[in-house]
């Protein structure tokens, strides 16, 4: 059983930068796909990036495009969300989660999921 932590969340003013890190508890195999998925107060979760088993292929929604930098240690067993100029809209619950195979943005393909962390942008 597969279980992810995240870490990094917090207060930050607009303009300011995070980084997520969402750590596995077992190797981080070669077929896990990686996503991170925000969810804000009375809205639908929503994919924000996702990032292939080498690491080879990444992708994000269009509003965080330059912004957002998702990356991963496989040695660690750890993936980053570096995310810059955060706008007050970003503010969400921040959601990584795995998936055997290629990544998706939905939420129903993912298997597992950690508890997530705040991320709130605001002067």
């Known amino acids: 059983q597969l279980q992810l932590v995240e870490s990094g969340g917090g207060l930050v003013q607009p303009g300011g930068s995070l980084t997520l890190s969402c750590a596995a508890s077992?190797?981080?195999?070669?077929?896990?796909?990686i996503g991170w998925f925000r969810q804000a107060p009375g809205k639908e979760r929503e994919g924000v990036s996702c990032i292939s088993s080498s690491g080879g292929s990444t992708n994000y929604r269009d509003s965080v495009k330059g912004r957002f930098t998702i990356s991963r240690d496989n040695a660690k067993n750890t993936v980053y969300l570096r995310m810059n100029s955060l706008k007050p809209e970003d503010t969400a619950v921040y959601y990584c989660?795995?998936?055997?195979?290629?990544?998706?943005?939905?939420?129903?393909?993912?298997?597992?999921w950690g508890q997530g962390t705040q991320v709130t942008v605001s002067s």
């Open positions: 077992r190797f981080l195999l070669d077929y896990d796909a």
């Open positions: 989660a795995a998936r055997l195979g290629y990544c998706s943005r939905y939420v129903r393909d993912y298997n597992y």
